[in-house]
């Protein structure tokens, strides 16, 4: 009885969004022909626009994190070129590994190693990623909600969704702000996870292995990570770069979609493509699989055909643009990640993900 309720909550998330996905492409089906015979109107000079904005993305993801390690003059070795080639290694393993984005800290942090970045200063400036990307996407969702309720035609569920969305990033980012910014919740937070992470895989391993977390480990990094907080709260110019860096990264992800719409000759409001982005982005890093491939292209269908688009137009945009990025993405990303593989080795931390 016990090994059958051994089943993890990201587990029962990612089976249920699985479902709901299925559920969304049965509904869909009658869209599919539509949606192919749409591809063949193409215009493929709008359409390579895609190309630089994917990688214009890049840069901005790259952006955020660089910004930050320059300024506290930590990587002035870097050339850009090398910092925009890591980047593209980065999004490479986010997008092939399914482990909601975990693959990728811990191979950003063995890349920077070796540049000789410590774990604690590569794990902050991707922290520093994820506070500026929640700010610029709350600023931009702001804009959003108030260009979907002006827009008479848009479906009030949309509006809601947006709403919602704007609400979570603001708790979401309250919720970090209140439990990094006092060392007594940090050293609170740093016991739970050390403990639910070893209950976990204690539970998973079936009493085979029963810690993978050592405590005084955890405790130091934690250390660190509030130590660098009270840098940047001292300190809040250092966020104005990455959250401007965060801006673009969020508007060429957006226009990656908007311009594969144009190139069918249709318009689509990119305040409901930021919307339907961020839905799909958060099932993407709840779902185990690779770059959350499935739930995020039937979320952002679902969602863009709620605002008006009809449902072979969103379904040909979304696939489209997604094929797109995943070949820049793992073409591009694959080719930096063999380089680094064949000067470094293999990243012991990942072997198995491998």
Partial sequence: MSERRGMSGRTIVSVVTLVLVGAVLYGARHSVAKAWGLIGQVDPWILSLVIPTVLLSYFGTGGM??????????????????MMRISLEL????HVLPSGGASGVAYFNWRLGKQGVSNARSTMAQAVRYIAGFASITVLLLVGLVAVTIDGTVNRWLILMSAGLV??????????????????????????????????????TLGKKTAILEPAVIDGFFADLHQDYLELASNKRLLIQ?????????VMDVAMFWVTFWSFGVYVNPATILIAYNVAAAAGFLVATPGGVGAYEALM???????????????????????IILF?????????????I??????????SDF
Avoid: C
């Fill in 65 to 82: 994190i660089f910004s930050y390690l320059r300024q506290k003059k930590i990587i002035d070795h870097l050339r850009v070129s090398t």
């Fill in 167 to 204: 609400i979570a990033m603001l708790v979401g980012t309250f919720v970090l702000y209140y439990v990094i910014s006092d060392r007594g919740r940090m050293d609170k937070m740093s016991a739970w996870v050390t403990k639910t992470v070893n209950a976990l895989v204690a539970r998973v």
């Fill in 301 to 323: 269908v679902l969602v863009i055909a709620m605002s008006g688009v009809d449902g072979g137009t969103a379904l040909a945009g979304i696939l489209l643009a997604r094929t």
């Fill in 91 to 94: 999004n490479f393993v986010n």
């Fill in 242 to 250: 990455p959250i401007l860096w965060g801006i673009l990264y969020t």
């Fill in 328 to 340: 820049v993405t793992i073409v591009g990303g694959y080719i930096f990640y063999q380089r680094a």
């Fill in 342 to 351: 064949m000067q470094y080795g293999t990243p012991k931390q990942l072997e």
